[in-house]
């Protein structure tokens, strides 16, 4: 089993402290832009933001999901202790799923839970506006400068300008209100009970619903995640198609460079990052728009 890494010792200890229960069986889950652990016995989970300048958009995501779940919305759902922060990293703690070992699937499941998500009101609580998507990316290119080469460092600085100025006039089709923000497959969970619930939460804001709708088409192109035909079981559920808007495609373009940012602020410390973000880098800088982009190990 995975040991839980020393960084994020002291926030659990701060969680047991503040939730008053044991954290001697923490069990490690999943590591990327956040940590997260299981504690079984206080049927806990806890996620670990290395970004302390996440805790204004994960105050956000639990108040939104914490009001979502009163109004029976399959979503994960927070604990009572609300999000703080230790040693720089943000703390959040959610009740523990029973998760199914078999996995949520694609498609329709994806579809139905964005279109019911969509026609949701405007939640009673702060909710951040979705105005520059580019904020985390443009963030980790100058807190870590050692984390791509000064001619990718350029290129990148470069195309956050341009595609900014693309989203700054994005004719939407749709409404804006409340969505998601990172709403694909991996973050689907389907429990021991049969139901499929949404979860991170992290990118929550208003915002143009296309932002949700094309995740699952990035994901098809970069990462070889969805069939065609769970894409036309994604449309169907949801009942528009955003790949006949006219503005899918700098949508996808936004989303590559966008997701760059957990990678670029561990390519100093971590090899396995340093490299995925030159990988990237190479395919986006030479117009490859058919080569496939690696999922994180850990």
Known sequence: MPQIPPEVEGALAEVGARCNVPVDDARLMHQHSNT?????????LVRVASNPDALES?????????????????????????PFLVDGRVVSVWRLLDVADKPAGAGAGLGRLLRALHRQPTPPVPLRRLTDPFESVAAAVEQHPDGMTEADRAWV???????????????????????????HTNNLI????????????????HGPREWDLIQPHYM?????????????RFTEAYGWD?????????????????GLSPYIRKAPTDSWSRNEVAHRLSTLRYGDMSARWNSPTR
Not at 220 to 232: I, T
Request: net charge negative; with cysteine; proline share 5%.
């Open 242 to 258: 955003v790949r006949d808007w006219p503005g899918a495609g700098n949508l996808i373009n936004i989303r590559e460079i966008t």
């Open 58 to 82: 994960i105050i956000s995501s639990v108040a939104v999901t914490r009001w979502l779940a009163s109004r029976d919305y399959p979503c994960v759902e927070p604990a009572e202790v609300g």
């Open 36 to 44: 997260a652990i299981a504690l079984p016995a206080a049927r806990l």
């Open 220 to 232: 098809a192109r970069r990462f070889g995640r969805h069939a065609e035909e769970d894409l036309c």
């Open 157 to 183: 600085r470069d195309q956050i300008g341009q595609l900014r100025r693309s989203w700054a006039v994005l004719d939407t089709a749709l409404p804006t209100g409340l969505v998601h923000g990172d709403a």
């Open 190 to 205: 389907r429990t021991t009970a049969g139901e499929v619930v949404l979860g991170d939460w992290d990118h929550v804001a």
